[in-house]
């Protein structure tokens, strides 16, 4: 019933954006974007109340047997973690609306339709990833060796050209399936010319952001099931996760070169869960485990010390 409660919110929570709130194409300011980050990052905190009385009442399947705190401090974890991981996510996206012109008041209907695939395939990576961990012990090992490879090249990779969204497979192979407008024709995804539909660069620019969210679902993914491989509390903490990334991305898509130094932490906190993934048959062997306010600590003073370092160097220069 919880599951179904959730889901249900989530959809109610979609419908109200688009077609109340954000029901007409405009632009949208840094104020309202700020206002909107609030919002939703203040309901997911909130949701962490309804995480402990899920497990205090049983309202939820509890195969680890965590205690409320516990199922807490998880939630939390996945949810910073996601979050933060979502800041290059930011980036991308900002330079895939340059490429296709994309007017700024257009963006967020982009964005939206967006989220809504980004649920879809993050809801079947995740329970994938928990049916391997499930079936193949040793994939833990793959994946915690395969966050620590991504928090190297996140540090020591030499800087790469910028992406070029027009230059990527996804982009060709639309092109090859179907015809393309040369200009923006509104609001709309697709048009019909002479009998023919025809795909507009909006739709372009979602399916590329589609493809390049599951590329970085598979570092996400991998590093959320080291801190829990609870279904409910991974399913959970990366919606609304997801659901904060329109408004996180109008209000940071304009600063983001100013936080330069968060690609340390985030290399930091993917070691870190890497450890733990690699560690964890050990662990579990040998009746050991890491408190909880250590990782959930790790995380909020990693993040943290990026992002004042980040502004410090900033006002130095």
């Given at each position: 019933m919880v599951w179904e409660i959730f889901i249900g919110v989530v959809i109610i929570l979609l419908a109200l954006d688009l077609g109340v709130f954000n029901r007409k194409a405009h632009i949208i300011s840094h104020k309202e974007a700020a206002k909107w980050t609030t919002f939703w990052v203040g309901l997911a905190l909130l949701f962490s109340g309804c995480i402990y009385w899920f497990y205090a009442d049983g309202l939820v399947a509890n195969h680890l047997n965590y205690s409320p705190r516990t199922a807490v401090s998880k939630y939390l974890q996945g949810y910073l973690l996601e979050l933060s991981l979502s800041v290059d996510n930011i980036f991308v996206i900002a330079v895939i609306f340059r490429s296709f012109s994309i007017p700024q008041k257009y963006q967020h209907r982009v964005l939206f339709w967006g989220i809504i695939g980004a649920i879809v395939f993050r809801a079947l990576m995740i329970f994938f990833g928990i049916w391997l961990i499930n079936k193949i012990d040793w994939i833990t090992y793959v994946f915690g060796a395969f966050l620590i490879y991504t928090a190297y090249n996140m540090v020591f990779s030499s800087e790469e050209a910028e992406f070029n969204p027009k230059q990527s497979?996804?982009?060709?192979?639309?092109?090859?399936?179907?015809?393309?407008?040369?200009?923006?024709?509104?609001?709309?995804?697709?048009?019909?010319?002479?009998?023919?539909?025809?795909?507009?660069?909006?739709?372009?620019?979602?399916?590329?952001?589609?493809?390049?969210?599951?590329?970085?679902a598979l570092d996400s993914i991998p590093a959320i099931l080291a801190i829990t491989e609870d279904p409910f509390i991974v399913f959970s903490s990366n919606i609304m996760a997801i659901l904060g990334l329109r408004s996180m991305y109008f209000f940071l898509a304009n600063i983001i070169d100013k936080f330069s130094y968060l690609k340390f932490s985030l290399a930091v906190i993917l070691i870190y869960v890497g450890i733990k993934m690699i560690l964890h048959h050990y662990l579990k062997a040998n009746g050991l485990e890491i408190p909880e306010w250590l990782s959930l600590t790790v995380i909020v003073v990693s993040l943290g010390g990026g992002i004042l370092y980040s502004l410090y160097k900033n006002r130095q220069e």
């Open positions: 497979r996804v982009f060709k192979m639309v092109r090859k399936i179907m015809p393309v407008t040369k200009g923006i024709q509104g609001q709309k995804l697709f048009v019909k010319k002479m009998g023919i539909w025809a795909a507009t660069p909006l739709f372009l620019a979602l399916v590329i952001i589609e493809f390049t969210d599951i590329l970085f």
